[in-house]
Structures are given as C-alpha cells and as structure tokens.
C-alpha cells in the first residue's frame, strides 16, 4: 500500500471490509461505520451503535458522550477486558491508573469491600451472615450466620437447633433430648420429665404432662396447672386479667372474674370489668348480658330490670324473667298503660292482648272474676270469697257494714255484720249501728212499733215503743198493740196502761 502505511484488517461488517491507514478516516453512512487513526495507535469500530476498542485498548466515554480508545484507565477506574471498557471503581472506592481489575479498586476507610459474585460494593457494614475481616466482607462458614454488621468470623453462629461441629467451620444438629434454642450457644439437655428429637430448639413435656413457665425461663413439666391458670395445648396459660382459677384447671372457661368483678363476654374475647357498659346488666351470676332490642341501660346495671323499652312501647315479661320490648301486649296479657308493661292474665284467664287494664282479661270455665282491685289484679275463682257476692259472671262486694259466707250466690244473702242492725225502707235494706226513731231492734232487724206508738232512737225491744199522749191505753194483739184513747166495750184497764177483755 505504501511506506509508513499501517493497516488493521478490521474484519467484514454488513458484508463490507475495510483497511484503513494512519492519515485516511473511512467514514461510511448508515447504521455501522468506523475510523482508524495511526498515531495514537488507538482502533475502534462502531458496530451497531456500540463503539468497541481493538486489542489491549479500552473504550472510555468523554464529557460529550464521544469515545476514545485507551491503553490505560484513569485513576478511580478499571478496565473490564470482557467489554473492553474503563468502568468507574464502585462508590467509595478508588484506584491508580492503568488499574485492569475490580479487585484493583480500594474501599475508602470505614468501608468494606462486598463480593457478592455478581457485583463489588464497598459497604459501612457486612449483610447478615457476613463477616468483616481485613476490610473486606467474608461469609459465614457453611450452616453458620451472624447479624449484620459482624465483625469478626467469631460472630458467626450455628443456628437454633445446631451446635459447632468442632472444627470451628460447620454445625451439626443437636441430638437426641438436647436443645439450643438460639443461634450461638450449645445444645444442652432436656429439663426433668420432658424430652426431644434431633435439631430441637425446644423440648416438650412427656405424655400425661403440661409445661409450666414460672418465670424462670426454664421448662417445667407439671401434672395439673396451678392456681390462676389453665390447660391449653399442654401449656398452662395465665388467666386473663382480673381472672383466677382453682388448680387443675384445663380450660379458661375455668378462670372466672375476682370478687368486685363483672364477666364480658364478646364473640371473641372474656374480660373482668368493675361495672358491666352501657345497654348491658349483670345477671345473676355476674355476667353482663345485652338489654333485649329496643331497649336501653345505664352503665353499671345490675338487673334485667334496669332495661327500659323505648318511648310508647311495653315491656312484655318472659317466662324465664327476661322480656321484649312490644307496641301491643300480646294474647292472654293486659298493659298497664301507666307502667307500659304487660301483665299476664290470670288462671284461668284470656284476653285477645291489646294495650289497656285487666279488664281486656275475662275468666273462662265458668269460673267468676274476683278484683282485688278495679281494673287492676284479679283471680278468677269457682266461688266467691265470704263478704261478696256472685253476680253473673264477677264477684261484688256485699253492701256496706254487711257480710256474707263463701260462695253467696245473691246480694239478699249478705246480712248486717255482728254488731249492725237490718234497717229497711221501701225496698232499701241498709245495716245501721241502731235502729231510727219510732223503730226498734228485733232480732237485729229493724222493726216499726205498732199502733201508732212510737219510740226513740236506739231502741231494742218493743216494750220501748209509747202511745202518744192522749192515747193512753193499748189493746194488746199478740206481741203487738194499738194505742187508743179509752178501751172499748167488753174491756177494761189494767194498772191503767192495758186495756183487757
């Protein structure tokens, strides 16, 4: 070609080959293209958008994104022959120029160099199972591991369940009934009556045993669970808080609430509370169970009773002391509209339900309606009590200052009490302390004198019964007389008063 010519044989790209010199610059138009420049000895190609460097040269990107070909790296760099590129030493690390390896690059002081076998890093601390040493992160031995951070190869630990094998460079399982339960130590036996398998970070008590922690931190194995705590898969569990149980206990349905503490028991959860919340009431065992719906409760109730149905409705008991909150008492009940509560009629006793007094109650099998009071409580019985009175179907009071026996049927058999007399007038029978004037007491009745005598207030006995002035004489008719003035023909007046034949 010529003296002073040097040629590289760049190879064929797209079919095409070229030579190039040291003063002519090849440059063809399209995807691929290249240059040669003799004198600094530096060759390239761009081949495909990617600038390659020949040989033992190394590309290195400038300020304005050009490429030139170097035989040495700068300082803080390396060059990678795999790329044939100066690639920056990782951050906080640097390197002299001309430096070819990674390896080359040094981390800063306070740093350590970490080959994770896909890239080097300089890091302040080595990842867990690492190790610093010399600057550098090293890993653990085979089954070991260490925190991060370690910083000496006697951080490395065997793990939960293992021991050192004694060689210092691997672990091994802990036998039989030994454990280790954390990283590091040495596996030790089995506390008294518990046992293991192999690798074992804990042990568990024998058959028939439950394990005990009493705050030592030691397994122990127990037959029964102490006071204040309960079986629960071979543990004994505390009871919750403001809880305690007798011993032997393997539930915690065991542990109950202390004296002066009420149980709340939720779809998950029980607890001890001083009072039971709001819309709730402690029953009889201390329970705090919900107000019925439509129903409310201040905190600290302690009864069922203490539930108050909403505005306008009644509170309609249950047979088992509970009750519901209704608008209208229902069949065989009464309301009392003042409490709005219902009542249940009595024996014998049915009702249609509604909102009103126990009259809405009738009494059936031909039993009679007995008030103890109107409109209010009342007995349905087959007679009626001594002082009343059956009529029709409902027992009345006799009249006033009269009695009457067991099962009186009518007002006429209800007489005048001990100490009253019959008084009537008319077709008025009343029961008076004495009989009124010109009357007198026969038998505790009330009877008129006769023949025009009369007699005062009080009287007893018809002898108190006087002729009026002027009728002197009486004409005796059995017990009864006549007052006349002078006795008639045929008669004559004994000591002055009694006219006889």
Known sequence: IGSGT???????????????????????LGLNSMFCTFDDYKFSVCLNDTFICSGSYFARQLPDNTSVCEQNCPSNSYGDKVSNKCVQCPDHSSSPEGTTNVSSCTCDNTYNRYDNSTHVTCITECPVDWYSESSECKQC?????????????????????????????????????????????????????????????????????????????????????????????????????????????????????KSGF?????????????????NTFSNASKV????????????????????????????????????????????????????????GCPANASSNG????????????????NDEQPGGNFKCVEECPADRFGNNTVCQDCPGNTTSPVGTTSVKNCTCKDTFVAYTF??????????????????RTCTACPGGSGSAEGSTDITQCRCPPGAKFRIAKGEMFTCVKECPADTWPEAGRLCQS
Not at 6 to 26: A, K, P, Q, R, W
Not at 268 to 275: D, H
Not at 335 to 340: H, M, P, R, Y
Not at 426 to 443: D, F, I, M
């Open 288 to 343: 705090c169970e919900e107000c019925p719906v439509n129903s409310t409760s201040s905190a600290g109730s302690t009864s069922s009773k203490e539930c108050n149905c909403d505005a306008n409705l009644y509170r309609n008991p249950l047979p088992n002391s509970d009750f519901t909150c209704v608008a209208t008492c229902p069949k065989d009940t009464y309301g009392n509209s003042t409490q709005l509560t219902c009542h």
């Open 354 to 369: 509604g909102s009103g007094d126990s009259s809405l109650c009738t009494c059936t099998n031909g039993t009679l309606r």
């Open 141 to 257: 031995p085979n089954g070991k591991t260490s925190s991060k951070g370690s910083s000496s190869k006697a951080d490395c630990k065997c793990g939960a369940g293992f021991e050192d094998d004694g060689s210092g460079n691997g672990c091994v399982e802990c036998p039989i009934s030994k454990f280790n339960p954390i990283s590091g130590d040495k596996c030790e036996d089995c506390p008294t009556n518990s046992e293991s398998s192999t690798g074992a970070t804990k042990c568990t008590c024998k058959s028939g045993l439950v394990s005990n922690d009493d705050g030592s931190g030691h397994l122990k194995c127990v037959t029964e669970c102490p006071q204040d705590k309960y079986e629960d898969n071979a543990k004994c569990a505390p009871c919750p808080i403001n809880m305690e149980s007798p011993d032997g206990s393997d539930s915690i349905l065991n542990c109950t609430c």
């Open 426 to 443: 008319g077709n008025v029978t009343e029961c008076r302390k004495v009989c009124p004037k010109n009357w007198y007491a026969l038998s």
């Open 6 to 28: 040097h040629i590289i044989n760049m190879g064929v790209v797209n079919s095409y080959s070229f030579d190039c010199d040291s003063f002519i610059l090849y440059q063809f």
């Open 262 to 278: 009420v149980t709340m028991v939720t779809t998950t959860t029980r607890k001890c509370l001083t009072e039971c919340p709001q």
